[in-house]
């Protein structure tokens, strides 16, 4: 192994972890920023800067676009669901009154969904996968139903929501890793986010109130499109065009419990020992996912 190699190998091990960290971010940044940005228009800018921010980074490294028509279609419909399907429903369901630990949890059953399809359609996931995607399963149902019990978080409106959310990223990941052929992720991003916000537009006009620009919703833009746009969503990409749907999904695991461990230390949201066993057992059931990949 050359020197360069090292450094390039041990970037690509961190880079889940590093995902796990960064995408949990974007459901506490959805609680900061509520009160005073609707939803849709806070992310529409957020689209915006974001397509500039590529558009500057591709012109400034050379980047070269997607060559195909068919390959700019399928990366606009991937933005369209990746991007304004999941993080409409993300941010929509928080304004309505969900907390930011329950819609993590309610769209971590992501993995579930995907090794399902998958098999239906004759994708090989093993005996081993199926034990870490049950028991993570398992674990996300245990903290979801104490949630429940307490009441006054969930209703029809945020709940609907939610699994809009749900399921537009799971189809999302499943299309992008079906028909999107590797290309840069610079460029990629830019046309993702650029498709998002000529999808989200027409909905954020609806919007009455108009985004509040202080310290809170300023910061919770910065980090929105220098960390989750730039960062995140690059490394989910890379993740996608990497590994297998269901082993790239079976991450997402692990956002509701570092969510839920965010929203106690900011929000001062409680963390209960039936979610501290959640915690434990979905990051076993990645564990097995993970390893029954390899």
Aim: overall charge positive; aromatic content about 10%.
């Amino acid at each position: 192994m050359t020197a360069a190699a090292a450094p390039a190998s041990g970037w690509v091990r961190a880079m889940p972890a590093v995902f796990v960290l960064i995408w949990s971010t974007g459901f506490i940044v959805a609680r900061y920023a509520m009160p005073y940005a609707p939803p849709l228009k806070f992310l529409a800018v957020r689209y915006a800067l974001s397509v500039l921010c590529f558009l500057v980074w591709v012109r400034l490294a050379r980047v070269s676009w997607p060559r195909e028509r068919a390959q700019w279609g399928h990366l606009a419909v991937t933005g369209i669901l990746m991007q304004a399907g999941y993080l409409g429903g993300v941010w929509a369901a928080v304004r309505a009154g969900m907390g930011s630990g329950l819609v993590a949890l309610l769209v971590g059953i992501q993995p579930v969904l995907t090794a399902v399809w998958l098999s239906m359609r004759g994708g090989a996931i093993n005996g081993r996968q199926w034990a870490g995607l049950a028991l993570g399963f398992a674990g996300l149902v245990l903290v979801v139903l104490r949630k429940l019990e307490q009441g006054g978080e969930v209703s029809a409106l945020n709940m609907s929501l939610a699994v809009m959310a749900l399921l537009s990223i799971t189809a999302g990941t499943l299309y992008q890793k079906r028909f999107v052929a590797p290309c840069d992720v610079r460029a990629a991003g830019a046309i993702q986010l650029a498709a998002a916000f000529v999808a989200s537009v027409p909905f954020a006009l609806l919007e009455a109130d108009s985004v509040q620009w202080n310290a809170y919703s300023i910061g919770a833009m910065a980090w929105s499109v220098l960390a989750l746009s730039l960062g995140g969503s690059s490394l989910l990409y890379m993740l996608i065009q990497r590994g297998t749907a269901t082993a790239v999904t079976s991450l997402l695991y692990l956002v509701p419990p570092c969510t839920a461990l965010m929203a106690w230390l900011l929000f001062a949201e409680p963390v209960t020992v039936p979610t501290l066993i959640g915690i434990g057992m979905t990051a076993v059931g990645v564990s097995l996912v993970v390893r029954g990949e390899r």
